[in-house]
């Protein structure tokens, strides 16, 4: 870092110069953000030079380069102040206005368009700044990702007078970065040793995805600093709770990033401690987080896995209720509910006045949806015993308490219901009635869940064909994969009429998904063979459709017929015959 200053500082103080500098990194490792804000002093100490930014990504013309500085985007004005009105001039003329020197940094080489040479634009730089004008230029490039890296090679010895490699001080940049959200800069200076250890544990960190984080890691350090939340806990241990929510998030915001997971199944399989040990992202690499715990003691000693926050992380949705929950259960804090519900399970070691009045806080707080709604089945039994054994005296049915506060929690409750050996571990095999009927009622609550959120997706997936977004049909594709229930939910409500209103694209994107789910995997037949009767369903029901719909034209009949003869590939293959 201080190399780079170094060469920068003398290149702005020679009078004349007739080449660029170029600083060459790697993407979202600071080089831009080092140039926008760490040359502050420079600028001064080397004659009162001015920044004059933009980036040269998508640029398809290098004449565009001149219209494209002159715009509204272009800013200039010292680093943390730049001024981002349009010229009132033509670029040159406003730099021969300006009494200050200019430096004009140009980033994103390697971005620009595929109908744009490197050559093209470097020389187009050269002759309208460099060489004519003796601007001092920097250009800010990844040279790995440059295309025409011969050609690149060679330019560049008549253009550019020194290439420096980026080396970030990485710490520097993240405490840089970390001051600007005033929650976390106030944590990281309470635990500044420790998160410099957390920080420090990989070798090199995408800048980009450290914002993302930081701006994850905000909102929920704001919550639960200063948030209307049911935690009440001491600041030491509201301090350790926020330690564990830091690495979790630094390592899930990271990994998810590079694309180590991109749904919440594989992100519980990669980041829960309790699951990874059974998961491999595949038989060369051994799961990162893993990795990480065994090389670094800090991440060893406060990593905590949390499923709201990877959600949070994933989709974007921040379920605080589901935040709160977990963090009680995994740093046992008890409020008035849970200590009553203690006296109440261990009635043998208390008073009877102790327990009558812990009753009462109990049941209130059964009633109102107060407690995580899969405790509900195994309290019932509780209570019922000292009911039976006539410690305690209730008029109202208990029956009635049960199952209208299981509604209500369950609706107050983000549960994580995917899982079905996680779920099912919370019951016992007991035959009493009412404690039957509560398990059921929470099974049935999970379908319901599980059905909701599976057809929601797949009208994410529909919608997702109609715009051609492949992105998001890829991330339908994924969640679907391991669920091996695409078919049931795509041959519900009349879905087939849509798809003779797809476009021709669309309907190859849909061949191109039942390539990519069923007929690539040797194996189908080990998952989906339970799909078949369901391919069949939604086959025949799109039959029917296209020969209902007399307005179809002969290209489209064509593409469908195509759709349907995949179809009969894929139940072929999933039932293990031979196609």
Not at 373 to 402: A, C, H, Q, T
Request: hydrophobic share 35%; glycine share 4%; net charge negative.
């Amino acid at each position: 870092m201080e190399l780079l200053r170094e060469v920068i500082k003398r290149y702005l103080s020679k009078d004349l110069t007739d080449y660029a500098l170029n600083i060459d990194g790697p993407w979202g490792g600071g080089k831009t953000y080092f140039i926008k804000n760490k040359l502050n002093d420079l600028f001064g100490e080397s004659g009162n030079y001015i920044l004059m930014y933009n980036s040269l990504n998508g640029l398809n013309k290098p004449e565009d380069l001149i219209s494209m500085l002159e715009s509204s985007i272009f800013p200039y004005g010292t680093p943390n102040n730049f001024n981002n009105e349009p010229l009132k001039s033509n670029l040159l003329k406003f730099i021969e206005a300006k009494k200050a020197k200019i430096l004009l940094c140009l980033d994103d080489l390697e971005r620009i368009d595929d109908k744009c040479s490197v050559s093209s634009v470097l020389g187009y730089i050269n002759t309208y700044f460099i060489e004519h004008n003796n601007i001092k230029t920097i250009i800010i490039s990844n040279e790995g990702k440059i295309k025409e890296e011969e050609i690149f090679s060679e330019i560049k010895e008549k253009v550019i007078g020194r290439t420096i490699r980026f080396n970030a001080d990485n710490l520097s940049i993240f405490k840089s970065i970390i001051s600007n959200y005033p929650e976390l800069q106030e944590f990281y200076l309470k635990n500044n040793e420790l998160i410099d250890g957390v920080f420090t544990a990989y070798d090199s960190v995408n800048f980009r995805s450290i914002r993302f984080l930081f701006e994850i890691l905000e909102e929920v350090f704001s919550y639960l600093a200063y948030g209307e939340n049911s935690l009440d806990v001491e600041d030491n241990t509201l301090n350790d709770i926020l330690l564990g929510i830091f690495v979790f998030c630094f390592i899930a915001g990271i990994e998810y990033r590079k694309g180590t997971f991109r749904t919440t199944t594989d992100s519980v399989n990669i980041l829960d401690p309790f699951r990874s040990h059974f998961y491999k992202i595949d038989e060369t690499n051994p799961n990162p987080v893993n990795e990480l715990r065994k090389n670094n003691v800090i991440i060893n000693n406060l990593y905590r896995y949390y499923n709201s926050l990877s959600e949070f992380i994933i989709d974007g949705h921040f379920s605080k209720d589901k935040l709160i929950n977990e963090i009680k259960e995994k740093y046992y804090i008890k409020g008035i509910e849970d200590s009553s519900f203690g006296i109440i399970e261990s009635y043998e070691n208390y008073e009877l006045p102790e327990i009558i009045n812990s009753f009462s806080t109990v049941i209130n707080a059964i009633e109102e949806g107060g407690y995580n709604p899969l405790r509900y089945p195994y309290m019932y039994l509780v209570v019922k015993e000292l009911l039976d054994k006539e410690y305690i005296n209730f008029e109202g049915s208990l029956k009635n308490s049960f199952l209208k506060g299981l509604e209500v929690a369950y609706h107050k409750t983000t549960l994580d219901v995917v899982d079905e050996l996680r779920f099912n571990r919370h019951f016992e095999d007991s035959v009493e009635p009412i404690y039957v009927q509560l398990v059921n009622l929470l099974k049935e609550k999970r379908r319901l869940t599980i059905d909701q959120r599976n057809s929601s997706q797949i009208d994410e997936y529909i919608n997702a064909l109609k715009k051609n977004d492949y992105s998001l049909i890829s991330k339908s594709v994924a969640y679907f994969s391991s669920s091996s229930n695409f078919f049931q939910y795509l041959s519900r409500n009349e879905r087939q009429k849509e798809f003779i209103l797809l476009s021709n694209r669309s309907l190859n994107s849909f061949i191109v998904t039942l390539n990519q789910m069923y007929l690539k995997i040797s194996n189908a037949n080990e998952f989906y063979s339970s799909e078949a009767i369901f391919m069949e369903e939604f086959k025949a029901k799109l039959t029917v459709e296209l020969e209902n719909s007399k307005e179809v034209d002969k290209l489209k009949r064509d593409q469908i017929e195509n759709i349907l003869l995949t179809i009969d590939k894929v139940i072929t293959h999933v039932r293990n015959d031979q196609i």
